[in-house]
């Protein structure tokens, strides 16, 4: 073939295809532009036997309420970022996608979250789920978990919702600023007590002129000497007391920042507690005699700030005291043989209280 027909149609059809490829796009969005949303599609997944924190109908109904155009409406116009955006602000959900499909139909797909427990304690009502997160509880949900009441504080406001070791984070760097912040109060102190620390130097150079005292003599020379330390006296007096005004807002400054320090050190305190609780009913979750066994854990906050246990078992009358949440195998396992060799024997309804927060004693009370 001549290389110049071979070239021609090479760039023929090239220029086909660049055109076809051009109106299949143009086409294909023209399409898509006119077609319109025709109905809606809520898949909720990892809904268990444990219950479900949000429903397709729910999610309808805030559909409803938001204003967010869906059902006949073109797919361009569809605010699907806005819809994820809806379902994702409640807290229930941890992922949610939402795409049109070729034949117009909307889905939503949402994952939602697996709280561990419910937190029922000093104004919070929410759901903590083991990896820390917590979203306050939603109204007609229906997810069996374990329930905290009790006077226990945990490391976060009640309207929060979220990562709870974010949130820590966030406030001990904010609490590290303000310690920071602090720091430059101390300043103007520093350059005072420069100051005052160079005026005493100047107090101790101060002496009698050299005329004075080459052609002064008798009672008049001492009486400038006297004059002279007088005169030093008063001024070291005055530098002292400026010494004690600096060193007194030194020490308030500090004091402000120990208070802040003491306050972070609290907070640090108190996730670790509660990240220990989490564990604590995490393990009585993952046993199957003590998933059924005990149906109510109280949380006391102790002088000391950690926080007691009190568990209420499913059999007998009785009431467990767990103390601290440590050696929480320890205790579970004692307690465990005491129920087999013990309660068995003697009968479930026979004590008030069973202490097991001694080591290697297991002390009842009636």
Not at 35 to 42: A, D, L, S
Not at 235 to 258: H, M, P, S, W
């Amino acid at each position: 073939m001549n290389p110049y027909l071979k070239k021609s149609f090479f760039l023929i059809m090239w220029t086909g295809v660049a055109v076809y490829i051009l109106w299949a796009a143009l086409s294909s969005r023209t399409q898509r532009h006119a077609r319109v949303v025709r109905n809606i599609e809520i898949e909720v997944s990892d809904s268990s036997s444990r219950g479900h924190l949000v429903s397709s109908q729910k999610v309808n109904r805030w559909l409803k309420r938001s204003g967010i155009p869906t059902v006949g409406m073109p797919f361009e116009q569809v605010d699907l970022q806005g819809i994820e955006h809806l379902v994702e602000k409640n807290g229930f959900a941890d992922r949610v996608m939402a795409y049109i499909s070729h034949y117009g139909t909307l889905h939503i797909e949402i994952r939602q979250h697996h709280p561990l427990l419910r937190l029922l304690t000093d104004g919070v009502n929410s759901y903590v789920t083991e990896e820390g997160y917590v979203f306050q509880t939603p109204s007609s949900s229906s997810l069996y978990v374990p329930v905290i009441t009790g006077s226990y504080r945990p490391p976060f406001p009640a309207s929060y919702h979220g990562s709870v070791r974010h949130y820590v984070e966030s406030e001990v760097e904010k609490i590290s600023r303000q310690i920071s912040d602090l720091d430059t109060l101390k300043y103007p102190y520093y350059r005072r007590a420069r100051r005052n620390n160079k005026k005493l130097k100047e107090i101790r150079q101060m002496s009698i002129p050299l005329l004075n005292r080459l052609f002064t003599g008798g009672e008049r020379k001492d009486q400038l000497y006297a004059e002279l330390r007088k005169k030093k006296q008063a001024l070291r007096k005055a530098c002292r007391y400026e010494a004690r005004l600096i060193n007194e807002g030194l020490e308030a400054v500090e004091k402000r920042q120990n208070a802040c320090r003491e306050r972070q050190k609290k907070l640090v305190k108190s996730y670790e507690d509660f990240s220990k609780l989490l564990n604590f009913v995490g393990k009585v979750e993952n046993d199957d005699f003590w998933r059924s066994e005990l149906v109510q854990i109280v949380v006391h906050t102790a002088h000391s700030g950690s926080p007691e246990l009190e568990l209420v078992p499913r059999s007998g009358q009785h009431i467990i005291l767990f103390g601290r949440l440590e050696n929480i195998d320890r205790k579970l396992d004692k307690l465990l043989c005491f129920y087999r060799k013990g309660l068995s024997r003697t009968g479930w309804d026979r004590y008030r209280y069973i202490d097991v927060r001694y080591h290697n004693q297991v002390v009842c009370r009636k």
